[in-house]
């Protein structure tokens, strides 16, 4: 095992997993988690699920799972850096996503829009549920049986209802504690990950410029020195080093300034990490200003953007009519679905119908939620 910090996460310190087993032979209990999430269905799926464009929209367009690997990426150099679990980080940033609807933050809004009668939805919680509940691998415990500390970083927020019925994993909520700094570093790489990219792909998809992005600082900053030191160059070599040097100068700053809050606090093991008042993986103030500022120009110009905007109403009205479909014809589901609906209704679940379904939908990948649209209404 790598040399950690002591406030790093440690496997023989874990709060274990849900259901008792035996050790690996040959990995660590957070590589296992990690390889657990690799192979389970929910992860594939991953591959045609949006991350701005519908997947259909084109090939070079990054999806859930291309983005989720760059969050590993960018979340391992992170912990490397500062002494932490780099296993336990990986296998946070990989399963993350696991939860998302098909149409990416559209299809979360209209599926928890459809269930507010019945608890409501949320892609972070669901993510939890994936690995939980509803992956069906193992013999002996439903699930994937996850450490306790890959669990936590998965549910990177909650409110306090829902917290209440999920016992220990939930109790942080409760007592407005921290997570673990794997936890935090997987937070903040997803951040990272999803604004850097996202200015790719909306340059790709010439639905924003670079002479728009120069009103950001950070993208300006970062285009005057290459242009500086190479003024021959141009096109997508351009992009690509611009975004390649925001992503470097926002994870030296990260690894530098945590260090610095880490030193300053001190804390002797992840315990105390987790009754800290606030996170201890965090940017500089002027760098977070900057940051900031780059993800408000992409809500603004890209994320509501005609087209865009457009593919998210299609989007919408698609889960609608999905969800409404199956609440009102639960006949057109699949055979093993139909049978978890008549299992949950002999227990007179208040939400348990609801539930199936939005778990089914939720699973969906973009291409299969349009040919099923299309085929219940035919």
Known sequence: MPDLAPYAAR?????GRQYSERAPDHRSEYQRDRDRIIHCAAFRRLEYKTQVFVNHEGDMFRTRLTHSIEVAQI??????????????????????????????????????ECMKPY???????????????????????????????????ILKHCS????MLLGEIGQRFLDRQQPGLE????????????????????LRS???????????????????????????????????EVIRRMINLLVNDLVETSATEIQNRNPS???????????????????????????QFLRNNLYKHERVKLMTREAKERIRELF???????GVLPEEVQERIQQAEKQASDQGVPRIIADYIAGMTDRFAIAEFERVNS
């Not at 306090?160 to 917290?163: D, E, I, K, W």
Request: proline share 2%; aromatic share 6%; with cysteine.
């Open 324 to 330: 409404s479909a199956y609440m009102e014809r639960p």
């Open 11 to 15: 496997e023989e310190r874990s709060r």
């Open 183 to 202: 936890a935090q570093v997987a937070n903040i790489a997803d951040e990272i990950a999803y604004n850097n990219h996202d200015v790719d792909d909306g």
């Open 160 to 163: 306090r209802t829902n917290a």
């Open 269 to 295: 093991g992840i315990e105390e990490v987790r009754q800290s008042e606030s996170v201890m993986i965090r940017l500089s103030e002027g760098t977070q200003e900057k940051h900031i500022q780059l993800k």
């Open 119 to 153: 608890g409501g939805f949320e892609h972070n919680l669901q993510s939890l549920r994936v690995v939980d509940l509803l992956e069906e691998r193992y013999a002996d415990f439903p699930g994937l049986n996850l450490t306790f500390e890959t669990r936590e970083g």
């Open 75 to 112: 979340g391992r150099t992170i912990a490397r850096a500062l002494k932490l679990n780099e296993d336990l980080t990986e296998a946070i940033c990989l399963a993350h996503d696991l939860g998302h609807t098909p149409f990416g933050h559209a299809g979360q809004d209209i599926l928890d």
């Open 206 to 240: 010439g639905l924003i410029t670079m002479e728009q992005l120069k009103e950001t600082d950070l993208f300006r900053e970062q285009l005057d020195r290459v242009k500086s030191t190479w003024p021959e160059l141009n096109g997508r070599r351009v992009c690509h």
